[in-house]
């Protein structure tokens, strides 16, 4: 039982398009698990992405990245839309946000959960006997190093040079979060590599089997990358955890998100720390839908807030520790898609067609009727 009466801070950006709209619906989610648990949730709400550019000028105002930083983890919004999209690449919503956040707190570890909840089998692109029971695989991938930064990147008229490194140092602190992912989850990892070609890969193999090695309790394997882009496909359901550098990684995270049919389902964390999960130290991170400020559906109550609540439920399981919460708010959309209860985005015929509100409020009425 989780009720230590211990108070967190959570910085809110709730951005622009449909990010406040489903961010209300978030925060109902966390009344309910306040009550539940007897927890206590500081909430400092910052602007960021084009309110911030209207309101102060700047997409990440210094006052957002200071409020930030006084919180134990963020859970952020959408950024961007119409409005903004004349101005120089540069200064635009997402790129002059999001890049700065990540580089500012060292936000080096990505994970993307692919999860398929039973009663969307049919949103999926996937023949339900592939899906099964459904499907929940978790992509952790290294986001600040790899060919992605590599130097030297050099081009002249006819030729192109990126670099693909990667130090020993990087692959431990990416792969003890796979590991401890792992341990909260199906205790399996598949740790994605070319070592059969790049001697990049041959450390990446050698390094986090070392790693391994500290953790008994969980499975490891190893899966070249593009062997793995076909078992995705093939037999998702052998995987839990699936660890990747930052290039084969972001292949591989759009795949498996794309074999769940929702963006509007979709969440995702980014850390600056390898030990997550800590009940004892908080553990700073960034949670966030994978999805965008949706413009077409904002102020509408189309949206679908599920990616939201996921995100929060994420950031109480890796940044606090929260399992029983993680676990509550899981049942409780669980629940509610039990009871044929949809946005428009997942709808499917014979079930009861919600609003964004609509659907947060039972979520949420679902976390404290347990
Ligand atoms: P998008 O993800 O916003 O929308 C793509 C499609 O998915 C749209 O049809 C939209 O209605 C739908 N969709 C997305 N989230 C949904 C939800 N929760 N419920 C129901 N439907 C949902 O991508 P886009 O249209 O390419 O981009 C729109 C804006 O968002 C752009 O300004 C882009 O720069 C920005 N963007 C921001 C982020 C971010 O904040 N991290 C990520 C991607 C795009």
Request: glycine residues 8%; charged residues 20%; contains cysteine.
């Amino acid at each position: 039982m989780v009720s230590d009466m211990r108070s967190y801070t959570i910085a809110v950006l709730a951005g622009d398009g449909i990010g406040p709209e489903v961010m209300q619906q978030a925060d109902a989610v966390l009344a309910a698990v306040e009550d539940r648990f007897t927890l206590t949730f500081e909430r400092r709400p910052a602007d960021v992405g084009g309110i911030a550019i209207d309101n102060h000028g700047h997409a990440l105002p210094q006052q957002t990245i200071d409020t930030c930083r006084e919180a134990d983890a963020v859970l952020f919004g959408s950024v961007g839309g119409p409005r903004w999209e004349s101005l120089p690449p540069d200064q635009q919503p997402e790129r002059a946000a999001l890049l700065p956040l990540r580089k500012t707190f060292g936000l080096f570890a990505n994970l993307r959960p692919a999860i398929i909840f039973p009663q969307l089998r049919s949103a999926s692109p996937l023949k339900p006997e592939v899906i099964g029971e459904g499907l929940d695989v978790l992509v952790v991938r290294e986001l600040t190093g790899g060919i992605y930064f590599g130097e030297p990147k050099s081009r002249t008229a006819d030729r192109a040079v990126d670099t693909m490194v990667y130090t020993r140092r990087e692959i431990e602190r990416i792969s003890h979060v796979a590991f401890q992912a792992a341990r909260k989850r199906n205790g399996r990892v598949t740790s994605i590599d070319k070592a059969n070609v790049l001697a990049n890969g041959v450390l990446w193999r050698e390094v986090v089997t070392e790693v391994a090695a500290g953790y008994p309790d969980v499975e490891l394997g190893h899966m070249y990358v593009d062997n793995a882009a076909m078992q995705l496909v093939r037999n998702p359901r052998q995987f839990d955890v699936i660890l990747c550098g930052n290039m084969f990684g972001d292949i591989l995270s759009d795949e498996a998100s794309m074999i769940t049919g929702s963006l509007g389902m979709l969440p995702s964390a980014s850390l600056s720390s390898s030990s997550v999960g800590s009940t004892a130290q908080p553990v700073f991170g960034l949670y966030e839908p994978s999805g965008g400020s949706a413009p077409d559906i904002a102020g509408r109550d189309l949206a679908n807030p599920i990616a939201q609540i996921l995100s929060l439920a994420m950031l109480l399981q890796y940044s606090f520790g929260l399992d029983e919460a993680y676990e509550a708010i899981l049942n409780a959309i669980t629940s509610v898609l039990d009871d044929g209860w949809r946005t428009a985005d997942i709808m499917s015929d014979g079930c009861r067609l919600v609003g964004t509100a609509d659907i947060g409020s039972r979520i949420a009425a679902a976390v404290r009727d347990r």
